[in-house]
């Protein structure tokens, strides 16, 4: 797992393994379980796109999946929550 940091709120996510949409709930909790007292919110399932809501030490995020472009990266849900960007980058930093 290789992680970018794209901007303040946005950090991409890109494994070095091919997935599809069906692994995407497996790879959402792998990628959550770094991340220690997260809690879950939300998971929206679509045709072509996973997307879990998640809070964060106090911080509201969204991980994204989306299959077609094989994309996958974490944002805040407001510039309120950008500054948990940089605790979530060193979680998974700090996994690896």
Do not use: P
Request: overall charge negative.
């Amino acid at each position: 797992m290789k992680l970018t940091q794209i901007n303040n709120h946005t950090v991409a996510i890109t494994f070095t393994d091919d997935w599809q949409i069906e692994q995407t709930e497996d790879l959402a909790k792998h990628i959550l379980s770094y991340l220690d007292e997260h809690q879950v919110l939300e998971k929206v399932i679509g045709a072509d796109r996973f997307d879990c809501r998640f809070r964060f030490l106090q911080c509201d995020f969204v991980l994204h999946f989306e299959h077609y472009s094989e994309s996958c990266w974490i944002e805040a849900q407001d510039r309120f929550n950008q500054r948990g960007v940089q605790d979530i980058v060193a979680a998974l930093i700090k996994a690896q």
